[in-house]
């Protein structure tokens, strides 16, 4: 069980630049929230002002994929195996702010949605990437059988493609579970 203190470690208001520090007794992290998904940065840090995400702990994990958080609920339950998953109401929900330029890279943090239609965000639960390198090879033949048919105007940029291979992303091959996509 690891707990998750987070604080705003750095914040310029002129250019709404943040940077969160979240705290585990497993060690700490900084997390850049982006300026180009303002709805989202916005959140998450309305969210760490108002102590939502004190005490709660990354309930959810899947190797090679991501660790996932933020759920209030997990601040009083003692084991999250009893844990029941409760839609998010859509009058609770981030709308998509999907960016060309932002990948999903390890390292990265996320907000977690369901499969609702709209793709919106849960207004609390996060995640963040773990992934694995994906040579050029592997990661074309990702982007021609899952990318390009849902989304045929996006191709990876070189530096996109450098940093798959280098740092790591993660591409699931179920339908189930999310993977590198809008």
């Not at 195996?81 to 330029?101: C, G, H, K, N, V």
């Not at 849960?122 to 982007?143: E, K, M, N, R, W």
Request: one cysteine or more; charged letters at 20%; hydrophobic letters at 35%.
């Amino acid at each position: 069980m690891s707990w998750v203190y987070l604080s705003s470690a750095q914040k310029t208001v002129k250019e709404k630049k943040q940077h969160v520090l979240i705290t585990t007794p497993y060690g700490n992290m900084v997390a850049k929230l982006y300026n180009s998904t303002p709805n989202h940065r916005d959140n998450f840090s309305k969210n760490v002002t108002a102590g939502a995400y004190d005490s709660t702990i990354f309930y959810r994990a899947i190797a090679g994929f991501m660790m996932q958080g933020g759920d209030p609920v997990t601040k009083t339950l003692a084991d999250t195996s009893a844990m029941q998953y409760i839609p998010t109401p859509p009058s609770q929900q981030i709308l998509p702010e999907f960016r060309d330029d932002i990948i999903h890279e390890r390292g990265a943090l996320a907000a977690a949605r369901d499969g609702n239609p709209r793709k919106a965000s849960h207004a609390c639960q996060f995640y963040i990437v773990q992934g694995q390198t994906f040579d050029s090879a592997a990661l074309q033949a990702h982007y021609l059988q899952r990318v390009k048919p849902a989304n045929p105007n996006f191709h990876y940029t070189k530096e996109q493609a450098e940093r798959y291979a280098r740092i790591g992303v993660h591409l699931i091959q179920t339908n189930n579970t999310p993977y590198l996509a809008r």
